[in-house]
């Protein structure tokens, strides 16, 4: 299992609405209930932290 945030608040206390049908997720730290949410390995935006783990795995 991949893990998840929130596209609202950037919690990880995400978990599946509905029984986790329809792919819907709900936010228990900020309510925000909806389809996107954030895979951690997709994130293309933070460059700067991606690099800093690439180097740290490779080192
Ligand atoms: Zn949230």
Redesign the pocket.
């Known amino acids: 299992m991949k893990p998840i945030f ?1 596209p ?4 990880p206390d995400i978990h599946p609405a509905m029984g986790g049908m329809l792919g819907t997720y709900q ?1 228990k ?4 209930v909806g389809t996107l949410i954030i895979q951690k390995e997709f994130i293309k935006t933070m460059d700067n932290e991606t690099n800093s783990l690439e180097k740290q795995t490779k080192s």
Do not use: L, T
């Open positions: 929130c609202k608040c950037g919690s936010c730290k900020c309510g925000y």
